[in-house]
């Protein structure tokens, strides 16, 4: 067990302040991740300002990206100095039938959340990544693929897969028409992701008036085949 520095609410109603945060040591299937970069997800604000007593102390983050600085003995898919990418789920029963299909969100036994919740072995209260180090699972870290700007592939961990999901289950893809509610911390992903996909996309939302120079703004950095923008009313 060693600390590293990290951010965390200890107290109710409080802020989040600097704080040693434990870590375990690592286990032969663990990754030593150097945390470079982290989102601020909603949920992290959600966590914060509605913790309780039972809660604490809460270290947030859930969508981050960093560099591995060890692995355990068993470890094979990941070596010292690979970039890598972790998100909100860091442990699973691994048996269940959503498990074995992959879709560990759906673990019988609900998912070991990345913070706030209870470790698998040890039973030990898990802590997120506004902090320097998080040791996690290899079978739950992923490999950052080269090129991609660090800061803007952590928000995908979180923001990205939630709305990745669904368009990869139902099909988002040329010939489909995709309307995105709101364009917000995911909305505004889910309308690259689907675009991307070749999907004709459609972002509705409530912030700017019809001709407001908000949205010339965006209507004007439009190509002829990016998404389109319909105002919803509130
Ligand atoms: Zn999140
Ligand atoms: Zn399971």
């Known amino acids: 067990m060693r600390d590293v520095t990290g951010w965390a609410l200890t107290e ?3 802020r989040l302040h600097p704080w040693r945060v434990p870590r375990r040591d690592p286990r032969p299937d663990d990754v030593v991740v150097r945390v470079t970069h982290c989102g ?3 949920t992290d604000v959600h966590a914060v ?3 309780g007593a ?3 102390p809460l270290v ?3 969508e981050f990206v960093g560099v591995v600085e060890a692995v355990g003995p068993a470890v094979t898919r990941f070596a010292v100095g690979d970039a890598v990418a972790v998100g909100n789920i860091v442990d699973s029963c691994g048996t269940c039938a959503a498990c074995r299909e992959g879709e560990e969100s759906y673990c019988r036994e609900y998912p070991t959340l990345t913070y706030g919740g209870t470790d698998r072995v040890d039973g030990s209260r898990t802590h997120g990544a506004y902090a320097s180090h998080v040791v996690v699972r290899d079978a739950f870290t992923y490999a950052l693929p080269p090129g991609l700007d660090p800061a803007a592939a952590a928000p995908l961990m979180c923001a990205g897969i939630t709305v990745w999901q669904p368009l990869r289950r139902y099909g988002a893809g040329p010939g489909v028409r995709v309307g995105v509610v709101g364009v917000g911390g995911l909305g505004h992903l889910a309308v690259k992701l689907a675009h991307a996909l070749g999907a004709r996309v459609t972002a509705f939302t409530t912030w700017g008036r019809p001709g407001s120079s908000r949205l010339r703004r965006w209507r004007s950095r439009r190509r002829p085949d990016a ?3 319909a105002r919803r009313s509130a």
């Open 49 to 51: 300002q509605g913790a």
């Open 227 to 229: 998404p389109a923008v």
């Open 60 to 62: 947030p983050g859930h």
């Open 12 to 14: 109710v109603g409080g």
């Open 54 to 56: 039972a809660d604490l």
């Open 40 to 42: 601020v997800c909603h």
